[in-house]
């Protein structure tokens, strides 16, 4: 253990792989956003901080079993050319489920936003249906994370640390980016449509057609750029707004 620590190689692959792992860890982190934000305002901290407590104890008993994990990519059926495995399999089911769910939360908030000026009563989810939903996918998530971590180091110790230290500053995260995101619904719809992206790359990957995944990073990136800028836009334009419109009388009387 002691040669682990002052081995140089050994420190630099850890540090590879830990911002590896946050990297690979948005997209879980974006649907853990949004589904916690289902959940009454009051237990949504509480339900990201269980949804990547879960995904973490995911990631650490597939790494304790990485032989059962080398064994998902055995050829379970073949169909021609084609061969599809069980990772295949997990890839195109979860998937599919991140493109319905994604469908289904871009429909909730669309119409929820007609359906509050009728009625002041919200439908919250529940937390146990919200934590059972993030701990499904994480699976499928955890899969591309763990296959990563066992290509990029030989040393189990070190995977163990890699996954643990990213997921402390994914919970670490968690809150203020999951509180951001409740204020801009704009936000909001675009980590939405990350989501639908990332559930075409899951299924394009389980039939072999292999996206890159720069490609979506980059395309996620410039996305979360744009909608800074308008952020930013916005917050100016509604500052200026604010210093020309004319004072009501509570707010002369406090004036000197």
């Known amino acids: 253990m002691l040669d682990l620590l002052t081995d140089p190689q050994v420190i630099v692959s850890f540090l590879t792989l830990a911002l590896l792992e946050i990297v690979l860890g948005i997209d879980n982190l974006l649907f853990v956003q949004i589904i916690a934000g289902r959940v009454a305002p009051e237990r949504r901290d509480a339900a990201r901080r269980v949804g990547l407590a879960l995904a973490l104890v995911t990631r650490l008993?597939?790494?304790?079993?990485?032989?059962?994990?080398?064994?998902?990519?055995?050829?379970?059926?073949?169909?021609?050319?084609?061969?599809?495995?069980?990772?295949?399999?997990?890839?195109?089911?979860?998937?599919?489920?991140?493109l319905a769910k994604a469908t289904t939360e871009i429909h909730h908030t669309v119409d929820g936003a007609e359906d509050h000026a009728a009625t002041t009563k919200t439908v919250f989810l529940g937390f146990g249906a919200a934590v059972a939903q993030i701990a499904l996918l994480d699976i499928v998530f955890s899969l591309d994370s763990v296959i990563t971590a066992i290509g990029m180091s030989q040393h189990l110790p070190v995977m163990v640390a890699a996954v643990i230290a990213a997921m402390i500053v994914m919970i670490a995260a968690a809150a203020p980016v999951g509180r951001f995101v409740d204020r801009h619904q704009s936000v909001k719809m675009l980590c939405l449509s990350f989501l639908l992206l990332v559930g075409v790359a899951l299924i394009a990957d389980g039939l072999h057609f292999h996206i890159p995944k720069g490609y979506l990073y980059f395309a996620i990136a410039f996305s979360a750029l744009v909608e800074g800028l308008n952020i930013m836009a916005r917050n100016r334009r509604n500052r200026k707004a604010a210093a020309i419109r004319p004072a009501t009388p509570r707010e002369a009387a406090h004036r000197p």
């Open 61 to 98: 008993l597939l790494l304790a079993a990485i032989s059962w994990v080398a064994g998902l990519t055995a050829p379970l059926v073949e169909i021609f050319d084609f061969v599809l495995s069980w990772r295949d399999v997990i890839l195109i089911g979860g998937g599919l489920f991140l």
